[in-house]
């Protein structure tokens, strides 16, 4: 039984170590929603999502104000809209109209965002999915608040090479189109592999086919709180320092299923999972980079940084566990890098490069993360970074992503400012040997052998 005594013991955490909720997202099923109309379906979609998330915000603040934990964004997910407008969606345009009636439906019930404008290809698209991918550049630069995602590919499935190759090019577009915010359009779309059903982070979020008709997820996070605690275990050996970040782990899940029990209550929405992932902002003692350098690291990147990685990923997700046994979504560590800023600092002094973020990607709980590159890369580049980051996933039979943004008009060294919790990050640079005959082979990669159990 939780009570608030627990989360009592939190009061320093919330105060001085940036504890917070990260997200309370409310997951809709639209499959209800589906006509043969475009009209129509706009219509039903914007108001199942109006009537269900009516109340999201106002209880999310009545529970910040009962609990004094801070509770940053209230979101919803959706079901893949590649699904949902597979009927009535002829057109890249068609695609939009939906984007639009989503972003109008952010707005109506007061989210920070909407995901799940999303195509799940890893097999093969169908001529819709193909539509609603195409329709992504256009659905980012004239909506706010949505949040955008195509699945390319899984263990079980492999990998489809031609939606790779298109998203190299769907993401430049995208960047092309929103230039003027140092193409922040990049920022809501991401690229995934054995993507989760029940994931309350953006930009990857989406409702799944699976899931409940609506349900509510948790996402926790509390780098700070970790980097505290591992202050206490300098000169320690690894089973005392493991030891530290699983209590610590523990304690923070613990706030996070008394929120998710009490929004469960007061929306009378079925409680999904508690996501524990170490998300970091731009605040400073905020960063998932400070904690790795607190492990004894002179700066993230160094030698040693991927086995660091491994060792918080690892101990977060045991935390996590013994505390809820509805732990899900991603849970683990984030290392988005311009949301971070100590990692910001480490890629400005040339600690951090694109190929350690790659190798700390086999270990941590997503991938290669709001990365700025240059905006003269090219497509096929693009879909080679993509390539690379799905294959680790496809493997190593994890969750993998790329959401990576070529500024247009900036070049290596130079500065995006995206804002907020997105922060700002520094071009990193970027192999510009060409792949494009690799690329432009097409087809499926077929799924590795260790995906056969049945």
Not at 315 to 329: D, I, N, P, R, W
Request: aromatic share 4%.
């Amino acid at each position: 039984m939780i009570n608030t005594f627990e989360v009592n013991e939190t009061n320093k955490m919330i105060e001085q170590e940036n504890l917070d909720v990260r997200t309370i997202t409310m997951g809709i099923s639209l499959l209800d929603c589906m006509d043969s109309d475009i009209d129509k379906v706009c219509e039903n979609i914007y108001r199942k999502i109006t009537t269900k998330a009516q109340n999201l915000v106002s209880v999310g603040e009545e529970i910040e104000k009962k609990f004094g934990v801070p509770i940053v964004n209230k979101r919803i997910s959706i079901t893949p809209i590649g699904f949902v407008g597979s009927s009535s969606c002829h057109s890249t345009q068609d695609f939009v109209k939906i984007a639009k009636a989503l972003d109008e439906a952010a707005k109506a019930t007061r989210v920070n965002f909407i995901g799940g404008y999303t195509a799940v290809v890893s097999k093969g698209m169908s001529p819709a999915e193909k539509l609603l991918i195409e329709s992504i550049p256009e659905a980012m630069a004239v909506t706010d608040s949505v949040c955008s995602s195509v699945v390319v590919g899984s263990t079980k499935t492999g990998l489809n090479m031609d939606a790779i190759k298109l998203c190299g090019k769907i993401i430049k577009d995208t960047a092309e189109l929103t230039k003027e915010e140092d193409s922040l359009g990049c920022a809501k779309l991401v690229i995934l592999c054995n993507a989760p059903d029940d994931n309350p982070f953006m930009a990857g979020a989406f409702h799944g086919v699976t899931e409940a008709d609506c349900i509510i997820n948790v996402g926790v996070s509390g780098p700070g709180v970790v980097k505290k605690a591992i202050e206490q275990a300098r000169g320690k050996d690894f089973g005392e320092l493991c030891e530290t970040i699983k209590k610590t782990a523990f304690k923070i899940t613990r706030v996070g299923q008394l929120v998710a029990q009490e929004a469960s209550k007061k929306l009378d929405v079925p409680f999904g999972i508690i996501d524990l992932s170490l998300a970091p902002t731009p605040a400073v003692g905020d960063s998932i980079a400070e904690i790795l350098e607190e492990m004894g690291l002179e700066s993230v990147g160094a030698p040693g940084t991927t086995a660091a990685l491994a060792i918080l990923n690892d101990q977060v997700k045991k935390g996590g566990v013994m505390a809820s046994s509805y732990v899900g979504g991603l849970s683990g560590a984030f290392i988005p890098v311009s949301e971070d800023q100590a990692m910001i600092d480490a890629a400005r002094v040339g600690a951090l490069t694109l190929e350690k973020l790659e190798a700390m990607t086999c270990v941590c709980s997503v991938g290669l993360d709001m990365i700025a590159i240059p905006g003269k890369t090219t497509d096929s580049t693009i879909s080679g970074i993509i390539a690379d980051e799905m294959a680790i996933g496809m493997i190593n039979q994890k969750t993998t992503a790329v959401r990576i943004i070529p500024v247009i008009g900036k070049d290596v060294g130079e500065e995006a400012v995206f804002g907020g919790l997105l922060g700002y990050a520094r071009i990193m640079k970027v192999n510009e040997y060409d792949c494009s005959k690799f690329v432009n082979r097409g087809g499926r990669v077929p799924a590795p052998i260790h995906s056969f159990k049945n």
